[in-house]
């Protein structure tokens, strides 16, 4: 799920389970890497969490929010606060434990 200004609340503060947003950009080496972890991850879900994207070329206000200073940044919020952040790559194993899932 790709996150905008306009959906970010609803998405993600509102949501009455985790979600893990992974900050991201198009020209990240790292973040491209990335990808296909944040993707399986996305896909094995089963509705006991969510998986969004947020560019930070495009949403720069919402990155400046969270104090992201380098990508790519994965932070898990939960009940609307961001309880955990991993920086840089990282493997589906921390991910899932920062979900706590």
């Not at 992974?22 to 996305?42: H, N, R, S």
């Amino acid at each position: 799920m790709k996150l905008t200004k306009e959906n970010f609340d609803a998405e993600v503060m509102e949501s009455q389970i985790p979600v893990l947003v992974d900050f991201y950009a198009d020209w990240c080496g790292p973040c491209k890497m990335m990808a296909p972890v944040v993707d399986a991850l996305a896909a094995e879900s089963n509705g006991k969490y969510k998986v969004a994207k947020l560019n930070i070329d495009e949403e720069m206000e919402i990155a400046m929010r969270y104090q992201v200073k380098s990508i790519p940044t994965f932070i898990v919020f939960k009940n609307g606060k961001a309880v955990s952040t991993a920086v840089g790559a990282t493997t589906a194993e921390d991910l899932k434990a920062r979900l706590d899932v």
